[in-house]
């Protein structure tokens, strides 16, 4: 019998090892020495919570922009979080040696969540902000440029100024007394020179107006020619809240198919404009649906330029992706002036005869042009449709200027004289219907806006500005003479103050009728001459709303004669509690990192001051005196209420402050609905971390979703010092971790202990929906300009 062959055991071939394909989200490059370097993000780095970290640290900007060595800080840290997300330190430095720098986000399957998720958290990262403060960082002292790129195949040109500009506006339904947009036009159509006042003989630019149309009309209009730009302005989807907070809710009920269409599935709602439709009075329009209504794509604009707040991440994101070679938005909130002024510059530059400047660089000399304390942090965005790199050079982006004829001054100012001053100057003034004294006490503007616009190339001169605020027998003036006015536009409104040596409103004690009368003149010709009625408020009179309530700080008042006299008696109580006759008050110099409980002294020296309170001075509770106004309300002071023995939640509460920060302990003022109450920060590194945004919370409120729409909060706070219910997390972190200690003032009233006002201080923050506002006053002290503690007359 025949053996049987083994069959020889295959072996299977090594199947080589396939490495992991890189997702590419977001690539950054620039051009040094006409050599391309690049640095690719992919989607597996940490970009959404990139985003959420430093959209939060700069909507919370005001806190820390005005403190330079916190800016340096901050430098530092935008380098460690790029690092985060593999854009190394090194790649940094190169970046800082470009003059322009591209951030390209990369196409995806928006079908796909995930994906989805991620490149449109490398959208909404500040990537102006991180760049420009990173390379700052590592030395760049030069002027940089930072565009994004989505590619849509258009052609790689610079595009000549306009001939054809629509302007479109929409203040639609309730929003129409909110917004006008006449001064804006006029700007523009003067920027532009679409004025009529262009050298004769020679094609002059032309703007047509779409004045708050249906969505049907505005499409109709927008195919109807070949438009080379747009300019959109209104309100975007996010700002109408802050004038109509029930909107949405409305919207829910009422139209739901409109409601589905405006969030998304997160229930945030999306970027967007409000519009109008023959069935909707205030239409939201999303990104998406905007850009099919503004792009022809048959004949797409060179450029759009959005004044909308939100509309930097996908607002103008989209209008590229339809075709459009450019479009400019911001990526959250700006100042309506800076706002103004910054696209009245930039089409100065692009439009006026022999600037020669391609889209690009007038941006680049516009932002240059708005030096303001009020834009660090605000980033204003470009998109391009094609690289800047890939089909030619930078030093190519300006055509050669056209010399321009010579004229005399004498010549100039000949032909100035027969231009209407309608076409010369336009002034815009809004002015306060009351007159708060702790607004100009803190070195704020007596009137919300004051603002020059020149409407012509030329220089204007003998500009005068006058301004008198009538205070009984005396007027106080304010007055400023601008020898040459050769910027497009000027805000002088901010810069305006009085003396505050008057007797009349540091004495006030009841509302009075005043005038504000204001002239501006430009030579022997009037630009615009008014007198206003305005209400000048008692001294001791706070306004209690969203915009006053920042003032609260300087109601704060250590310099009272009656808190000397508190913390006097206190001293013996702190002997007692701390077991030491030599004990005193000696602010945070108690804390000691090496004992058990580091802040005891601190706390301490609290619980010494309010058992003095509540044992020898027997305060009661009291309504507050009549103010004559729903929102108003007069606040005593400490000697009121030492004089007096009686006081109300916030007098209370102020009362407290004050005395905690005679003695370098840092209060904060709380205010729920309704209520006030007041805390304090036992150490100066929780109050250091907490001005830095150290502890970002874990869930950062989206722009649109639920909780930000709650109450109609701005997310950028204007105030440093004024916290909102969308920093409730931040503020909870700090709580429960020890640092933020609240004490409930009323229980003065009552004799209860420290413990327990301790214990209700806490209870009091269990509601975000309660919750209205923390106001910190030490950083309303160092703010720039501070917030100090007002003048009160005690009599």
Excluded at 13 to 26: M, S
Aim: hydrophobic share 40%.
């Amino acid at each position: 019998m025949a053996k049987k062959q083994k069959t020889p055991r295959r072996r299977a071939k090594p199947v080589a090892r396939r490495k992991p394909e890189i997702h590419t989200v977001v690539t950054i490059r620039t051009s040094i020495g006409n050599r391309l370097v690049e640095q690719k993000v992919s989607r597996s780095a940490p970009l959404q919570r990139l985003a959420e970290e430093w959209t939060y640290i700069l909507r919370s900007r005001t806190r820390w922009a005005d403190d330079a060595d916190l800016r340096l800080n901050v430098r530092e840290r935008a380098l460690e979080d790029l690092e985060r997300v593999g854009v190394r330190r090194t790649f940094i430095k190169k970046l800082a040696q470009g003059q322009h720098v591209e951030v390209e986000l990369h196409p995806w399957d928006a079908a796909d969540a995930d994906q989805n998720a991620v490149h449109e958290a490398a959208a909404d990262v500040p990537w102006e902000y991180l760049l420009s403060a990173a390379t700052r960082g590592v030395g760049r002292f030069h002027t940089m440029l930072i565009t994004r790129l989505f590619r849509n195949g258009s052609r790689a040109v610079f595009p000549e100024p306009p001939e054809q500009v629509l302007f479109v506006e929409s203040s639609p339904g309730r929003f129409e007394d909110f917004y006008e947009f006449n001064q804006e036009r006029d700007r523009i159509r003067a920027a532009i020179g679409a004025d009529g006042r262009g050298d004769a003989g020679k094609p002059q630019p032309t703007m047509k107006v779409s004045e708050t149309e249906s969505v049907g009309d505005i499409k109709k209009l927008v195919r109807k020619t070949k438009w080379d730009v747009l300019h959109v302005s209104g309100l975007d989807t996010h700002q109408a809240l802050w004038y109509l907070d029930s909107l949405y809710d409305e919207l829910k009920k009422e139209k739901p198919a409109v409601w589905r269409k405006i969030v998304d599935p997160q229930d945030r709602v999306r970027d967007g404009m409000i519009l109008r439709e023959s069935n909707v009075a205030e239409l939201p329009v999303p990104y998406d649906d905007l850009a099919t209504v503004l792009i022809d794509a048959a004949r797409p604009p060179r450029l759009v330029t959005l004044n909308l707040y939100y509309s930097g991440a996908r607002i103008a994101r989209e209008m590229v992706a339809r075709g459009a070679r450019a479009a400019l938005g911001f990526l959250d909130e700006i100042d309506d002036d800076l706002a103004e002024r910054f696209f009245q510059a930039f089409y100065w530059q692009w439009c006026r005869p022999g600037n020669g400047y391609a889209i690009s660089r007038a941006f680049l000399n516009a932002w240059s042009k708005m030096k303001s304390e009020r834009m660090h942090g605000t980033a204003i965005v470009i998109w391009m449709g094609v690289s800047v790199f890939d089909e030619y050079k930078v030093t190519g982006e300006t055509v050669a200027a056209q010399a321009a004829p010579t004229e005399t001054r004498l010549q100039r100012l000949a032909r100035l004289g027969g231009t209407p001053m309608v076409g010369l100057l336009q002034v815009q003034i809004d002015v306060p219907e009351e007159v708060n004294y702790s607004l100009l006490h803190n070195d704020r503007s007596l009137l919300e806006r004051l603002t020059l616009t020149k409407l012509v190339t030329d220089p204007l001169e003998d500009i005068k500005v006058e301004v008198e605020l009538n205070l009984g027998s005396q007027n106080y003036p304010y007055r400023c003479t601008y020898t040459v006015l050769d910027e497009p536009q000027v805000e002088v409104g901010r810069r305006i103050r009085i003396p505050l040596t008057a007797t009349l409103p540091r004495s006030l004690r009841e509302r009075v009728i005043s005038t504000l009368y204001v002239k501006v003149t430009c030579g022997d010709r009037t630009a615009l001459e008014e007198t206003k009625r305005v209400v000048l408020i008692p001294v001791d009179e706070w306004v209690d709303d969203t915009e006053n309530n920042p003032w609260l700080p300087s109601f704060v008042l250590p310099r009272d004669p009656a808190v000397l006299k508190i913390i006097s008696s206190s001293r013996r109580y702190l002997i007692g509690i701390e077991d030491d006759p030599a004990a005193g008050f000696d602010g945070y110099q108690s804390v000691d990192e090496d004992a058990e409980n580091p802040t005891a002294g601190v706390d301490a020296q609290v619980q010494a001051i309010w058992t003095a309170l509540v044992n020898e001075y027997r305060l009661q509770y009291i309504n507050p005196p009549p103010a004559y106004s729903e929102q108003s309300q007069r606040l005593r002071t400490p000697s009121d209420i030492l004089g007096s023995n009686t006081g109300t939640c916030i007098d209370l509460a102020l009362l407290l402050a004050s005395c905690l920060e005679y003695i370098d302990i840092y209060p904060v003022v709380v205010l729920l609905s309704g209520h006030a109450f007041v805390g304090y920060w036992r150490s100066e590194e929780a109050h250091d971390a907490f001005v830095e945004v150290m502890h970002v919370p874990a869930e950062v409120p989206p722009v649109g979703s639920a909780l930000a729409r709650l109450g109609g909060d701005r997310l950028v706070e204007q105030f440093g010092w004024r916290l909102t219910r969308l920093h409730y997390d931040e503020i909870m972190e700090y709580v429960t971790s020890g640092d933020l200690v609240m004490l409930e003032a009323t229980y003065l009233t009552g004799a209860w202990s420290f413990a327990e006002s301790m214990k209700e201080g806490r209870a009091n923050m269990r509601s975000r929906r309660e919750f209205d506002s923390l106001l910190d006053i030490r950083l309303a002290r160092s703010a720039a300009p501070p917030v100090t503690p007002l003048p009160i007359i005690i009599e």
